[in-house]
């Protein structure tokens, strides 16, 4: 079945700028434009009818993904209520053709395709073939370039759908459409049972082969653009890890670093753990190290156990440490959790990257950093 990313709608917002500093935020759904959202509060949503203010066809997606939205998706059973309303009020708002309704009803459309996927298959489809002709028409209107952690995994779960009802030719070109958006999880669409049809077509192969030098080159690209053009500033800190052991920065320094901002409440924090530790084994013997500067919610003995829990479910392999205020606001106009700070062999702050990114990217900037003339004893730090 497909693979359920970050674009579910609970965390559409998180895409585009991270957690705030109140754990209550991750309640919270939104398009780009944040200051309009869409709010999934289990506590808060009232109840609504899900048939209400809904058609009840699908949208004819059986030809090649159009790029309009005109009707909308029926509603499956059994989902919760605050959905049921959030999913209202999200169609009527995309009824508008404003880019932050057809935006809302992509991420949202996918957040119910998830939800129904085991238990009703083709009500998943549908919303999964809404989420991507939403998006389409969302992207069109929109001023800027969407992330590719957004737009990548909806048009793949997408094809993903096409490719289960048998028309291969335009999973094909969904798949097509998602890598050249910024999908980059090749491991996965290699291994994916759903796509076994796609994978089979004659010269497939070779097309996922090309697809992947391309992907890394943009990301190359991508990340030598942004490390040239990152304005740096002083970071350094001195305190005791969750095992009560000193790190500072400066006994570092010769290595490259992330210093990975994030808190165990934030779910896009969590949700980059796995990359986090996928580095650490991959590239720690070459000159690498992560540090996790947490921020939690509770009194220092809380954190404490919070955080060491957390580290021991899920096999967190580098430093954790309690952050202070005073380390925050070192970071210019801090935004939002998670922040990782890349820091180079000589100690400088070389990039900031706000909220949740995918592996290849993380390990682009290392890799970059390790490539690097180690600095000599003369160099400023």
């Known amino acids: 079945m497909p693979i359920i990313y970050r674009t579910a ?15 209550d935020v991750q309640n919270a759904a939104t398009s780009p434009e944040t200051s309009d959202a869409t709010v999934l509060d289990a506590d808060s949503a009232a109840a609504a ?9 699908s949208p004819d997606t059986t030809d090649e993904p159009a790029a309009s939205v005109s009707e909308y998706a029926a509603l499956p059973d ?22 932050d309704g057809l935006l809302s009803l992509a991420g949202i459309s996918q957040h119910i395709a998830s939800q129904a996927a085991e238990s009703n298959p083709d009500a998943a489809s549908t919303f999964f073939k809404q989420s991507a002709t939403a998006l389409r028409a969302g992207r069109e ?8 952690s957004f737009v990548g995994p909806i048009l793949y779960n997408e094809a993903c759908a096409f490719a289960k009802e048998g028309n291969i030719e335009v999973a094909e070109r969904s798949l097509a459409e998602a890598v050249e958006s910024g999908f980059k999880d090749f491991d996965l669409l290699r291994s994916d049972t759903d796509l076994e049809a796609v994978r089979s077509a004659p010269g497939f192969e070779d097309k996922l082969k090309q697809w992947e030098v391309v992907a890394v080159e943009k990301t190359i690209k991508r990340v030598r653009e942004e490390l040239a053009s990152n304005e740096s500033f002083a970071f350094d800190f001195t305190l005791n890890d969750i095992e009560g052991n000193a790190q500072s920065l400066a006994a570092y320094k010769g290595k490259v670093l992330i ?10 924090c969590r949700e980059e753990i796995p990359s986090f530790i996928k580095l650490q084994e991959k590239l720690g013997d070459k000159g690498f190290q992560i540090l996790g500067l947490n921020y939690e919610h ?10 060491s829990a957390f580290i021991k479910e899920n096999g967190i392999n580098y430093p954790c440490i309690l952050g202070t ?16 700070l890349f820091i180079d062999r000589a100690g400088r702050v070389r ?23 180690a600095p000599t004893a003369n160099s400023a730090g």
Not at 9 to 23: K, R
Not at 351 to 356: E, F, I, N, R, T
């Open 9 to 23: 709608s609970a965390v559409v917002l998180f895409l585009f700028v991270g957690c705030t500093e109140t754990a």
């Open 49 to 57: 009818p899900a048939e209400a203010s809904i058609a009840t066809e």
């Open 78 to 99: 059994g989902l919760p209520p605050q959905v049921a309303e959030a999913y209202q009020k999200t169609t009527e708002k995309a009824a508008d053709g404003g880019f």
């Open 141 to 148: 209107l929109y001023p800027e370039e969407l992330p590719g």
């Open 259 to 268: 210093v990975d901002i994030w808190g165990t409440w934030c779910p896009p």
């Open 298 to 307: 509770a009194d220092e003995e809380a954190n404490i156990a919070t955080v």
């Open 325 to 340: 205020d005073e380390v925050r606001d070192q970071v210019p106009n801090f935004e939002g959790f998670p922040t990782t």
């Open 351 to 373: 990039l900031k990257a706000v909220g949740l990114h995918e592996y290849s990217y993380l390990e682009a900037i290392v890799n970059e950093l390790l490539a690097e003339e």
